[in-house]
């Protein structure tokens, strides 16, 4: 039945488009026909009866096909045995099929006005169809019978052109190829992935723009006011800096100083969200990596050659030139009107917030943003799998076990002699401070590794930036802020108290686990998403609830305000884990790993003092 649908479309099309359309569906018989015959040879070759000739006589042997060494179970009929049913039970009633069928076919518009549109029976009629259907079951018979004679030519076939031996032969040598290819590119370096990837990034998009003939558009604008240069040098200075700084550290601040440039530029074009949200960005991961640069040997920078480094800030150069070039092309060929003219209103009127980016996060495209905060979460949990050995929380009972009244065992990164040991002795004599601080940097950190310069910071400014990550938090649905730009500035909040105390300030200042709040995070935002559908409506569709209050007026609340506390927690939550991991976790080893250096100094000074004696 489905096989003269096809024929019976194929028939229409021909009719229409004559000679051309007579071959093609000449072609579909034919390959019909030879489904037919090699479908009657798989069915002969495990079923039928076979016979051979003997070598001593005419005589022919039967060999009977391979059965099954026992009865087949019935968990192993019920697929081929329900597919069975369904097909014979729909050959003959097909209405189900068609119903399910039509709204796909009503998609596509017929082959000609005047050719009626193809309905599901058994039985259509004695048609041209029926003819080209009973054509296909007699040459498929015909090639079956004949399958003998017709393997006999296919030796003859030189073996050069055999299809088995050409095929055998492409995959063999694509395999080869892929071990080629592997063994060149696949060296366990970092900086090598990274150089393959962004040379691809560079090479393909070249090609496309010169294999296409797309030129810049003429009428470019470098630059509209005199700031914008002056941003910009700002981040070529920057990138240059990165390339020659002599210092790691350098190096990542001169990174950061591009990213503060490019806020810059972002604020200057009136993207106020765009450039708060990068400042934040660019001031965490600032951390961050002078962090995770401290498990790193302090010479892995310097074994790079001169050469290396100007070959890769050509490459970046290209790469941001291509990108830039592609970017104008694809904005002067522009032929639809874009979608974001339709956002102002909609942002006002349907999700009904000022800021156009922060509805359109937490409103238009809340399905991207859901979608990012599950990202976040689940890299978070990467970077915590990749440095933690034990569980966070028992890592965070581990934290509290140590005796914070012991500051004699805390941090201190190399065996001091005898004389600075004094000294230290002397000055945490003077560095004890009562165990109802707020700070507790006094009687957890050792004073060579206390600022007072991050702790006099930190007790002013702590509690200010939580009050104001809040208000970004409330206040982004219609001025610049939102829950991304909040959590942003809450992380940085517990940064500081983690610089200003070490690890110890971090638990204090949130005793909760990193993993639950995303996990709230995460819940709220689904809860927003699902709320909408116990009253009828569409997954994460906004509602605007009216009240009065006796002082502060007339107040409108937007049900999307929930979805961007979800957003917030996920982020606070992304941020403390960071930290714990390439904080606090790193912390703990270095510890480790310094008591386990001055066990085994001590040790060699007892055993010198041992043979001495």
């Not at 097909?87 to 050719?115: N, S, Y």
């Not at 140590?402 to 003077?430: H, M, N, W, Y």
């Not at 935002?525 to 906004?542: D, E, K, M, N, R």
């Amino acid at each position: 039945m489905a096989k003269e649908v096809v024929f019976e479309s194929f028939y229409g099309y021909a009719e229409i488009n004559g000679v051309w359309g007579w071959i093609v569906l000449g072609g579909v018989v034919l390959a019909s026909a030879i489904t037919v015959a090699y479908s009657a040879r798989f069915l002969w070759g495990s079923f039928a009866t076979k016979y051979r000739q003997t070598d001593d006589d005419d005589a022919r042997v039967a060999v009977k096909p391979t059965t099954f060494h026992g009865a087949p179970d019935a968990v192993f009929l019920a697929a081929p045995a329900a597919l069975a049913v369904l097909t014979l039970v729909f050959a003959m009633a097909p209405g189900p099929v068609q119903h399910l069928v039509e709204p796909f076919a009503a998609l596509f518009a017929p082959v000609a006005p005047d050719v009626e549109p193809t309905y599901l029976a058994l039985w259509h009629g004695l048609t041209p169809v029926l003819g080209l259907s009973v054509l296909a079951w007699v040459l498929g018979a015909a090639l079956f019978w004949l399958h003998g004679r017709i393997t006999d030519p296919q030796r003859v076939v030189p073996a050069v052109l055999d299809a088995e031996r050409i095929y055998r032969y492409s995959i063999r040598s694509l395999d080869d190829f892929a071990v080629w290819t592997t063994s060149k590119t696949q060296r366990g370096s970092l900086g090598w992935y990274l150089f393959i990837i962004v040379a691809v990034a560079t090479a393909v998009p070249a090609g496309v723009i010169a294999l296409t003939g797309h030129t810049v558009p003429e009428h470019v604008i470098f630059a509209e006011q005199p700031m914008q240069v002056v941003l910009a040098a700002v981040i070529i200075a920057g990138g240059l800096g990165a390339v020659w700084a002599p210092k790691r550290f350098m190096a990542v601040l001169m990174v950061s100083l591009c990213g503060w440039g490019i806020a810059g530029i972002f604020a200057l074009q009136g993207a106020p969200d765009l450039a708060l949200t990068l400042l934040l960005v660019e001031s965490i991961v600032l951390v961050v990596f002078v962090l995770a640069l401290r498990t790193l040997p302090a010479g892995i920078w310097t074994q790079n050659p001169t050469r290396f480094r100007m070959g890769r800030a050509l490459l970046g150069a290209g790469f941001g030139a291509i990108i830039m070039v592609a970017a104008a092309i694809a904005m002067d060929s522009r032929t639809a009107e874009p979608i974001s003219v339709e956002f102002p209103w909609m942002s006002y009127e349907i999700g009904h917030g000022a800021n156009i980016v922060n509805v359109t996060l937490v409103d238009i495209r809340v399905w991207d943003t859901f979608g990012e905060i599950t990202v976040l979460a689940a890299a978070a949990t990467g970077v915590a799998s990749l440095i933690f050995v034990k569980r966070r929380d028992v890592q965070r009972r581990a934290l509290h076990e140590v005796p914070t009244g012991s500051v004699g065992r805390v941090l201190s990164d190399k065996v001091l002699s005898p004389r600075q040991a004094k000294e230290v002795q002397v000055a945490r004599s003077f560095a004890t401070v009562a165990r109802e601080a707020w700070l507790v940097a006094g009687r957890t950190l050792a004073p060579e590794h206390r600022s007072i310069i991050f702790e006099v910071v930190t007790r002013l400014m702590f509690h200010a930036i939580i009050l104001l990550s809040v208000y970004l938090l409330l206040a982004g649905h219609n001025t610049p802020g939102g829950g991304f730009a909040g959590g942003l500035l809450a992380g940085l909040a517990f940064l500081l108290r983690y610089l200003a105390g070490g690890r110890y300030e971090l638990e204090a200042a949130i005793p909760f686990s990193a993993g639950a709040l995303m996990g709230w995070g995460l819940a709220v935002a689904c809860f927003t998403g699902v709320l909408p559908l116990i009253f009828g409506g569409h997954a994460f569709q906004s509602f605007i609830v009216d009240f009065d209050l006796p002082i502060f007026g007339e107040h409108h609340l937007v049900s999307s305000v929930l979805f961007d506390v979800g957003v917030y927690l996920v982020v606070v939550g992304l941020i403390v884990d960071v930290l714990r991991s390439l904080g606090s976790e790193i912390d703990v080893r270095s510890e480790q790993e310094h008591r386990a250096g001055q066990q085994g100094h001590s040790i060699h000074s007892q055993t010198s003092l041992g043979v001495a004696r």
